[in-house]
Nanobody, 124 residues
Framework: EVKLVESWVGLVQPGGWLRLSCVASGSTFDDYAMSWARQAPGKGLEWVSAVSWNGGTTYYAESMKGRFTISRDNAKNTVYLRINSLQSEGTAVYYC?????????????????WGRGTQVTVSS
């Protein structure tokens, strides 16, 4: 059984910043790619970013490039997502996902564990 727990710190107002963290337990964390996804109010789930097993390769949704940075610390079993220049569109529930198979992300890949999500509301 794998448990993923999300949290965040930051200045969550327009123009501010946010750092999401996801701590994993119960698995060989550093064998697998990890992803972030989000769901804004009234919208579907949107994949945001992924990082390879060793942090050496990162992937971003096209609209996320530039302001988003994903990273991981395998010694801490933690994956991060930093968002700069927050926009109101950043209001969403953010989820951490563990890849089902392999250390690299690929479109259409499956996930076998999700966190419960953490609510982020960007507001002035």
């Amino acid at each position: 059984e794998v448990k993923l727990v999300e949290s965040w710190v930051g200045l969550v107002q327009p123009g501010g910043w946010l750092r999401l963290s996801c701590v994993a337990s119960g698995s060989t964390f550093d064998d697998y790619a990890m992803s972030w996804a989000r769901q804004a109010p009234g919208k579907g789930l949107e994949w945001v970013s992924a990082v390879s097993w060793n942090g050496g390769t990162t992937y971003y949704a096209e609209s996320m490039k530039g302001r988003f940075t994903i990273s991981r610390d395998n010694a801490k079993n933690t994956v991060y997502l930093r968002i700069n220049s927050l926009q109101s569109e950043g209001t969403a529930v953010y989820y951490c996902l563990k890849a089902h198979d392999g250390g690299y992300y690929y479109p259409g890949g499956e996930y076998d564990y999700w966190g419960r999500g953490t609510q982020v509301t960007v507001s002035s």
